[in-house]
């Protein structure tokens, strides 16, 4: 039984790390996405 928990908490761990992984790639990405649009506002600007 306690080979179970350990499985279950290694899955939960994995996933929890999984979905923190992608919300931090969705942040950068969105970042990224902001400075190329405010780089393209300013070159309007020009």
């Known amino acids: ?3 179970l928990a ?3 908490a ?3 761990f994995s ?3 999984y979905i ?3 919300v ?3 942040r950068e990405t ?3 996405i902001r400075e190329l649009d405010e ?3 300013a070159a309007r600007g020009r």
């Open 10 to 12: 290694f899955a939960i």
């Open 24 to 26: 931090r790639q969705a």
């Open 6 to 8: 350990g499985a279950y």
């Open 20 to 22: 923190y992984y992608l």
């Open 30 to 32: 969105a970042a990224r």
């Open 39 to 41: 780089e393209q506002a």
């Open 1 to 3: 039984m306690s080979y």
């Open 15 to 17: 996933i929890a790390g």
